[in-house]
């Protein structure tokens, strides 16, 4: 009997090591690019569950689906299907030289339709981070919100204003240097900006790393990117503004109040500790306050 017993306990634990191990399995990262309706290769990635909800984030600025490697790590949220892409110019997707491709909103608008698409995410919720709530702004315009869940703008470009942006003339212009040594320094003090408590050093480096991978070209372009409000006017889907209030590059209470103007349906959440990254500065919250807006809007 005694043996029997011990028999039975090692079946058991060696059924709960492989369902570990397929749990695991299933879990495990997916890579694979996508092609833009212009040709550009989109570098995306998934992690999670992929039975799950889906969220899709999209970064900022200088960015990579990097970003958002707290996200991705986070017990909370990797019951999700978590997509993530390197926007045009940015990570390992495709870097055109011509300025029409960063500088007209409609085509960061296409690569994440194609994105979606090529995912075969079910309505998804739309993470965008900074640069990354104008081209949600720009997919709402051009493709309504019938295929989406819900959106979050994290301290989201929503206008090019200079009411709601705030001005860093030689910052941006250092980044379009082509002198290599100025250049560096401008992407250095553009990250440096991005944080009212600035990460571990070996987190920031890997983002400074991630900044000096991004196009010249867009860094150009992109500052005079269109940006069409009217479907974030018509939104009907849940949209949540999530700011940090020390934000140095956006600022977040006239940004909330034009999106307000636009769309009188909008929620928003303000950490007043955090500036323009909070999904960094405050992962833990940023994953619990993101989850509960994605269950809120699934249930609707």
Same mark, same amino acid.
């Not at 191990?21 to 879990?27: D, F, G, M, Y």
């Not at 990797?78 to 045009?88: E, I, Q």
């Not at 480096?205 to 900044?211: G, T, V």
């Not at 140095?248 to 977040?252: M, S, T």
């Given at each position: 009997?005694?043996f029997?017993?011990? /028999?039975a306990?090692l079946r058991g634990l $060696?059924?709960?090591?492989?369902?570990a191990?397929?749990? +695991?399995?299933?879990?495990a990262?997916?890579?694979?690019?996508?092609t833009a309706?212009?040709g550009?290769?989109?570098?995306?990635?998934?992690t999670?569950?992929?039975?799950g909800?889906a969220?899709?984030?999209?970064? =900022?600025?200088?960015g990579?689906?990097l970003n958002?490697?707290? %996200?991705?790590?986070?017990? +909370?949220l990797?019951?999700? !299907?978590?997509?993530?892409?390197?926007? &045009?110019g940015h =990570?390992l997707? =495709?870097?055109?030289?011509d300025?029409a491709? @960063?500088?007209e909103?409609?085509?960061w608008?296409d690569d994440l339709?194609?994105?979606l /698409?090529?995912?075969?995410a &079910?309505?998804?919720? $739309?993470?965008g981070w900074?640069?990354g709530?104008a081209?949600?702004?720009? @997919?709402?315009?051009a493709?309504? #919100?019938?295929a989406?869940?819900?959106?979050?703008y994290v301290?989201?470009?929503v206008?090019?204003?200079a009411?709601?942006?705030? *001005?860093?003339?030689q910052v941006y212009? #250092?980044?379009?240097?082509? #002198?290599?040594?100025?250049?560096?320094?401008g992407? !250095?003090?553009?990250l440096?900006l991005?944080?009212?408590?600035?990460?571990?050093? *070996?987190?920031f480096?890997?983002? $400074?790393?991630?900044?000096?991978m991004?196009?010249?070209?867009?860094?150009?372009?992109? %500052?005079?990117?269109t940006?069409?409000?009217?479907g974030? !006017?018509q939104? /009907?889907?849940?949209v949540?503004l999530?700011y940090g209030?020390?934000d140095? +590059?956006?600022? *977040?209470h006239?940004?909330?109040a &034009?999106a307000?103007?636009?769309?009188p &349906?909008?929620r928003s959440?303000? @950490?007043p !500790?955090?500036g323009?990254?909070?999904?960094?500065e405050?992962? #833990? /919250?940023?994953?619990?306050d993101?989850?509960?807006?994605a269950?809120?809007a *699934?249930g609707?």
């Open positions: 009997m005694h029997t017993r011990i /028999r306990g $060696l059924l709960a090591g492989l369902l191990l397929w749990t +695991l399995a299933q879990a990262d997916r890579h694979y690019t996508v309706p212009d550009v290769a989109l570098a995306v990635q998934e999670g569950n992929p039975d909800p969220i899709v984030f999209i970064h =900022g600025l200088l990579s689906r958002w490697q707290a %996200q991705q790590d986070s017990a +909370l990797r019951r999700y !299907r978590l997509v993530s892409y390197d926007l &045009r =990570g997707s =495709g870097k055109p030289a300025p491709a @960063y500088r909103g409609r085509r608008a339709d194609a994105v /698409r090529a995912s075969g &079910r309505r998804p919720l $739309l993470v900074s640069l709530g081209v949600i702004s720009n @997919y709402l315009a493709y309504g #919100d019938g989406i869940g819900g959106a979050v301290n989201g470009v206008e090019l204003a009411d709601q942006i705030v *001005a860093h003339p212009r #250092d980044m379009v240097s082509p #002198d290599l040594a100025t250049h560096l320094d992407e !250095r003090a553009f440096a991005c944080f009212a408590r600035r990460p571990a050093a *070996a987190l480096a890997r983002l $400074l790393a991630n900044a000096a991004a196009s010249w070209d867009m860094q150009a372009a992109v %500052q005079s990117m940006v069409d409000l009217s974030l !006017r939104a /009907r889907v849940p949540l999530l209030e020390r140095a +590059l956006v600022k *977040a006239a940004a909330i &034009r307000r103007q636009l769309n &349906r909008v959440i303000v @950490y !500790r955090s323009h990254a909070p999904f960094v405050e992962a #833990d /919250r940023f994953a619990r993101l989850a509960a807006f269950a809120s *699934a609707r």
